[in-house]
T-cell receptor, first 115, second 113 residues
Framework: NAGVTQTPKFQVLKTGQSMTLQCAQD?????MSWYRQDPGMGLRLIHYSVGAGITDQGEVPNGYNVSRSTTEDFPLRLLSAAPSQTSVYFC??????????????FGPGTRLTVT | KNQVEQSPQSLIILEGKNCTLQ??????????LRWYKQDTGRGPVSLTIMTFSENTKSNGRYTATLDADTKQSSLHITASQLSDSASYIC????????????FGDGTTLTVKP
């Protein structure tokens, strides 16, 4: 299994540009989430999905859109990039079993710089 | 608002020494508490997961404890190695919404030779 993959690894955008960060998982996990991590800070939840066709907002959803058309993919769209969105973005997927409740697996991250 | 607070913010220890990291939370009702290790430039990797009914969980040299009454957890690292240098993150998941875990800001551990 490849686990959780994210593309691109690095991206530089100009203010006002839009782009999509890709996230895919091959573990058939129900739950997928997007987080941003600013320097010296913890991960903050942007959006999450509990299954195909179902998404919900997290702590910091403004400026971002998501969709979940398949179990495997959960893209994050930046509508109009702003310097405040400069951060490292992590995608995570999760399953829930009796023994390991809500174990999350994280991708390698996408470093985004908005100038 | 659900909160997870970790201490200390950073810690420097010598190789071979033990250390303990703390996590206090206000998330309620509580489903599970996880400790993650995050190496610089990488995504977090799970170390331990504990449900509300568990008091301790070990993973090699890492031992996590949980006191659900006082809402406190600790991560004890034994015989530290240089490769333990990383950020350690405490994450708490509420019973009401598994999709909305709360992450602490992490403790940055530096192990020096």
């Amino acid at each position: 299994n490849a686990g959780v993959t994210q593309t691109p690894k690095f991206q530089v955008l100009k203010t006002g540009q839009s782009m999509t960060l890709q996230c895919a998982q091959d573990m058939n996990h129900e739950y997928m989430s997007w987080y941003r991590q600013d320097p010296g800070m913890g991960l903050r939840l942007i959006h999450y999905s509990v299954g195909a066709g179902i998404t919900d907002q997290g702590e910091v959803p403004n400026g971002y859109n998501v969709s979940r058309s398949t179990t495997e993919d959960f893209p994050l769209r930046l509508l109009s990039a702003a310097p405040s969105q400069t951060s490292v973005y992590f995608c995570a997927s999760s399953y829930s079993t009796k023994r390991y409740p809500f174990e999350q697996y994280f991708g390698p991250g996408t470093r985004l710089t908005v100038t | 608002k659900n909160q997870v607070e970790q201490s200390p913010q950073s810690l420097i220890i010598l190789e071979g020494k033990n250390c303990t990291l703390q996590c206090n939370y206000t998330v309620s009702p509580f489903s599970n508490l996880r400790w993650y290790k995050q190496d610089t430039g990488r995504g977090p990797v799970s170390l331990t997961i504990m449900t509300f009914s568990e008091n301790t969980k070990s993973n090699g040299r890492y031992t996590a404890t949980l006191d659900a009454d006082t809402k406190q957890s600790s991560l004890h690292i034994t015989a530290s190695q240089l490769s333990d240098s990383a950020s350690y993150i405490c994450v708490v998941t509420p019973n009401t919404n598994a999709g909305k875990s709360t992450f602490g800001d992490g403790t940055t551990l530096t192990v020096k030779p």
